[in-house]
């Protein structure tokens, strides 16, 4: 299965914020963008979210991201499909 990564973009930081508000998702926008949103320009090539440490979060944040790939809620990914690298697992913080 090939994998890519690109630079987000604008229209991926919509898309995102979209999906995880549609799913009533809890999170805090951190990083680049978010210095953008209050008028300060830095480069950045990436989303940083915050979320919290509960399964429910997990769940949301995971429903949304889900809906972005296959298209539409609840509709399975296609067998093959890849995934971004930047969608990949990250370790749970010890």
Do not use: C, W
């Not at 229209?11 to 008028?39: C, P, Q, T, W």
């Amino acid at each position: 299965m090939q994998q890519y990564s690109r630079p987000a973009t604008l229209a991926d930081l919509k898309a995102l914020v979209s999906s995880l508000n549609r799913h009533e998702a809890e999170y805090l926008r951190i990083g680049g963008y978010a210095l953008f949103a209050h008028g300060y320009h830095r480069a950045t090539t990436d989303v940083d979210l915050l979320v919290p440490a509960t399964r429910k979060a997990g769940e949301r944040i995971k429903a949304a991201l889900m809906a972005m790939i296959s298209g539409s809620p609840g509709k399975p990914l296609l067998p093959g499909r890849a995934m971004p690298a930047s969608l990949k697992n990250r370790k749970k913080p010890t």
